[in-house]
T-cell receptor
Framework: QKEVEQNSGPLSVPEGAIASLNCTYS??????FFWYRQYSGKSPELIMS????GDKEDGRFTAQLNKASQYVSLLIRDSQPSDSATYLC???????????FGGGTRVLVKP | DGGITQSPKYLFRKEGQNVTLSCEQN?????MYWYRQDPGQGLRLIYY???????QKGDIAEGYSVSREKKESFPLTVTSAQKNPTAFYLC??????????????FGNGTRLTVT
């Protein structure tokens, strides 16, 4: 079992719709979770971080964390073609700041 | 502006040659990291360093070496022992806060091709 798992996609979403991305993690002691967006050929850029159970909203993005189910999700509201990218989920290790990444979910927003 | 600089952007080498990838940061971050990304894959940790003159192996350290002589610099050497060195290499840094975590900030990456 991979430590952080994501559906590779592609997730095809009509422009203006909600994109829903899921991520599960195996290390129950993981404390911090991050979503990164990566355009093709570019480096990842941080979108959201979440540390506590529940929802966290930032603009069109909402991250949801459920530690009991070991599940993290990202919602993108009013999806735009510029949101077409690969979204990486990352979880920390218990010690230090060593992040483990999932394989990424590719999102395609169609006009 | 503060940031992480990786150079060069593209690097081509012949099989059997060692090659060193540069990573410099002016964010005053304590921790620095090297990740490798293969096409369609996530990031895999090669090495990381939380303080000057100290570093630890990540998940795929075989065939790589690093040094951390200065806080700002964390060069990665891809040795001839690395079986599949062609990949996209990403350097990152973060504020080291012990158990608490801060997000990683990434450089623009170096795309290494070995033939």
């Amino acid at each position: 079992q991979k430590e952080v798992e994501q559906n590779s996609g592609p997730l095809s979403v009509p422009e203006g719709a909600i994109a829903s991305l899921n991520c599960t993690y195996s290390d129950r002691v993981s404390q911090s979770f991050f979503w990164y967006r990566q355009y093709s050929g570019k480096s990842p850029e941080l979108i959201m971080s979440i540390y506590s159970n529940g929802d966290k909203e930032d603009g069109r993005f909402t991250a949801q964390l459920n530690k009991a189910s070991q599940y993290v999700s990202l919602l993108i509201r009013d999806s735009q073609p510029s949101d077409s990218a690969t979204y990486l989920c990352a979880a920390n290790k218990a010690a230090g700041n060593k992040l483990t990444f999932g394989g990424g979910t590719r999102v395609l927003v169609k006009p | 502006d503060g940031g992480i600089t990786q150079s060069p952007k593209y690097l081509f080498r012949k099989e059997g040659q060692n090659v060193t990838l540069s990573c410099e940061q002016n964010l005053n971050h304590d921790a620095m990291y090297w990740y490798r990304q293969d096409p369609g894959q996530g990031l895999r940790l090669i090495y990381y360093s939380q303080i000057v003159n100290d570093f630890q192996k990540g998940d795929i350290a075989e065939g790589y070496s690093v040094s951390r002589e200065k806080k700002e610099s964390f060069p990665l050497t891809v040795t001839s022992a690395q079986k599949n060195p062609t990949a996209f290499y990403l350097c990152a840094s973060s504020i080291f806060q012990g158990v608490a975590n801060s997000p990683l900030h990434f450089g623009n990456g170096t795309r290494l091709t070995v033939t």
